[in-house]
């Protein structure tokens, strides 16, 4: 099973400011990487598949990069509603796998 | 509108069983893959079981197998999960999610959507 680090494992900023947040795989994944968002109370939301792709109504100052093992999801401008936690998780390997979250809170 | 809905949850006794349901709408139920995904209180997401669009194939991680079954009726639009020997471990949000990608061949992709989850505790 392929396993997925996050980190930081918690992320303290201001509205504004640019979010960069890491995943990291135990092997190549080439770029089969899903990035969702949850907030407090609610339901995962798709972000950006495969690495760099925005999901549907996902505004652009969401973006992601990487491919293999290191995986980059970048806010670039902290709106209050992007204050939540962000999963990743692979889609090269059974069984998908996520990783543990990054909490991004407000400073 | 896409739209799942979970029900079946509850407080139920180690070994006990529980019955999952998803009702699906807003789409053509029966063109997808269907999951369900698990959230334990606090913690992170864990993969639970997939079937495919046709109801023939299914996968299940280790920590369910030989205990869990997932199926689904198309003709009602709805997903199930039949959770037998219920243990501690298994408490947690349970959420059902689309599969990313209409397709007959059951593939490896992302989840989207996600419902709102049921709620299984385990407990004596």
């Known amino acids: 099973e392929i396993v997925l680090t996050q980190s930081p494992a918690t992320l303290s900023l201001s509205p504004g400011e640019r979010a960069t947040l890491s995943c990291r795989a135990s092997q190549s994944i080439s770029s089969y990487l899903v990035w969702y968002q949850q907030k407090p109370g609610q339901a995962p939301r798709l972000l950006i598949y495969?690495?760099?792709n925005r999901a549907a109504g996902i505004p652009a100052r969401f973006s992601g990069i990487g491919s293999g093992t290191d995986f980059t999801l970048t806010i670039s401008s902290l709106e209050p509603e992007d204050f939540a936690v962000y999963y990743c998780?692979?889609?090269?390997?059974?069984?998908?796998?996520f990783g543990p979250g990054t909490k991004v809170d407000i400073k | 509108e896409v739209q799942l809905v979970e029900s079946g949850g509850g407080l139920v006794q180690p070994g006990g069983s529980l019955r999952l349901s998803c009702a699906a709408s807003?789409?053509?139920?029966?063109?997808?893959?269907m999951h369900w995904v698990r959230q334990a209180p606090g913690r992170g997401l864990e993969y639970v079981s997939v079937?495919?669009?046709?109801?023939?194939?299914?996968y299940y991680a280790d920590s369910v197998k030989d205990r869990f079954n997932i199926s689904r009726d198309n003709s009602k639009n709805t997903l199930y999960l039949q959770m037998d020997s219920l243990r501690a471990e298994d408490t947690a949000l349970y959420y059902c999610?689309?599969?990313?990608?209409?397709?007959?061949?059951?593939?490896?992709?992302?989840?989207?959507?996600w419902g709102q989850g049921t709620l299984v505790a385990v407990s004596s």
């Open positions: 999610a689309r599969d990313g990608i209409p397709a007959r061949r059951l593939g490896l992709n992302w989840f989207d959507p």
């Open positions: 079937i495919s669009s046709n109801g023939i194939i299914t």
């Open positions: 998780q692979q889609r090269s390997n059974w069984p998908p796998t």
């Open positions: 807003g789409f053509t139920f029966s063109n997808y893959a």
């Open positions: 495969d690495a760099s």
